[in-house]
T-cell receptor, first 110, second 112 residues
Framework: GQSLEQPSEVTAVEGAIVQINCTYQ??????LSWYQQHDGGAPTFLSY????GLEETGRFSSFLSRSDSYGYLLLQELQMKDSASYFC???????????FGAGTRLFVKA | DSGVTQTPKHLITATGQRVTLRCSPR?????VYWYQQSLDQGLQFLIQ???????AKGNILERFSAQQFPDLHSELNLSSLELGDSALYFC???????????FGEGSRLTVL
């Protein structure tokens, strides 16, 4: 089976950089994804890493180390609107299930 | 707008009742996933369909069932409802074998 661990809460200041870590245990691996969810809203896709290394998309970057079963989401130049929950997720080897972590609630302070 | 449509947006019902939640995936997406999100909780995978066939099951209760129809829309049936079934139910769709799921806005179920 799969399990993912991420911190429950992170607080940071507007304009700062924050890193949200995710460690996973899987029977196989097919990529690590990150999703953002604002209160009352739907999760929206942020990034996907299938291979080791850093993927950059604007202010957001995601990193994966398959040997360490570890990844992180890096948010730069934080804005108040980045206050949300962030979920890491893995797909099973068959690609049929996407399992989500419990989520990290990010609070951005002025 | 993700292109995934879920109805109803809100539903209030009583314990013991049965409800049906409906999902229309994005045009061209063959895979449909159902997730349950209880208050301040993560997304619990329930079930996945691909082109009408069940492909994967999570910890879905026996009181819950789902299907995907030939037009690719999907329905999640919840029966003998209990207070603990109150949650947001999300449907997502994907082009298979990619890392991205597109989520609908969810159906908020309240069981009284």
């Amino acid at each position: 089976g799969q399990s993912l661990e991420q911190p429950s809460e992170v607080t940071a200041v507007e304009g700062a950089i924050v890193q949200i870590n995710c460690t996973y245990q899987t029977s196989g691996f097919y990529g690590l994804s990150w999703y953002q969810q604002h209160d009352g809203g739907a999760p929206t896709f942020l990034s996907y890493n299938a291979l080791d290394g850093l993927e950059e998309t604007g202010r957001f970057s995601s990193f994966l180390s398959r040997s360490d079963s570890y990844g992180y989401l890096l948010l730069q130049e934080l804005q108040m609107k980045d206050s949300a929950s962030y979920f890491c997720a893995v797909r099973d080897p068959g690609g049929f299930k996407t399992i989500f972590g419990a989520g990290t609630r990010l609070f951005v302070k002025a | 707008d993700s292109g995934v449509t879920q109805t109803p947006k809100h539903l209030i019902t009583a314990t013991g009742q049965r409800v049906t939640l409906r999902c229309s995936p994005r045009s061209g997406d063959l895979s449909v996933y159902w997730y349950q999100q209880s208050l301040d909780q993560g997304l619990q995978f329930l079930i996945q369909y691909y082109n009408g066939e069940e492909r994967a099951k999570g910890n879905i209760l026996e009181r819950f069932s789902a299907q995907q129809f030939p037009d690719l829309h999907s329905e999640l049936n919840l029966s003998s409802l209990e207070l603990g079934d109150s949650a947001l139910y999300f449907c997502a769709s994907s082009v298979d074998n990619t890392g991205e799921l597109f989520f609908g806005e969810g159906s908020r179920l309240t069981v009284l």
